[in-house]
């Protein structure tokens, strides 16, 4: 069965920096464009970033353009977020995702979840 486990939110300052791992399994996750969501208290999921099956290509959001990292390690079946200057409004639950194909075009369907980790932003 397709799994994938979120690790290593918790509690930073603004302007802090955190690590999120996925670790996915069940699948061939080469094959796999991989994507990060989060979900701020109150406001709907959005999209945060997203990688090619090969990293050829990555896509952030306008807001966290410059500040996030979004990388995997096929031979570890494991994606990355590096999030530095982390902000306030970075609080959230954060999920990785499984795009159905191997590329992220804008035009994309998430056919698995992962259950989120907490990320919280706060002095």
């Known amino acids: 069965q397709v799994n994938l486990v979120e690790s290593g939110g918790g509690l930073v300052q603004p302007g802090g920096s955190l690590r999120l791992s996925c670790a996915a399994s069940g699948f061939t996750f080469s094959r796999y464009a991989m994507a990060w969501f989060r979900q701020a208290p109150g406001k709907e999921r959005e999209f945060v970033a997203a990688l090619w099956s090969n990293s050829y290509s990555t896509y952030y959001a306008d807001s966290v353009k410059g500040r996030f990292t979004i990388s995997r390690d096929n031979a570890k079946n494991t994606v990355y977020l590096e999030m530095n200057s982390l902000k306030p409004e970075d609080t959230g639950v954060y999920y990785c995702?499984?795009?159905?194909?191997?590329?992220?075009?804008?035009?994309?369907?998430?056919?698995?979840w992962g259950q989120g980790t907490q990320v919280t932003v706060s002095s």
């Open positions: 995702a499984r795009n159905f194909r191997s590329i992220w075009t804008g035009s994309d369907r998430i056919d698995y």
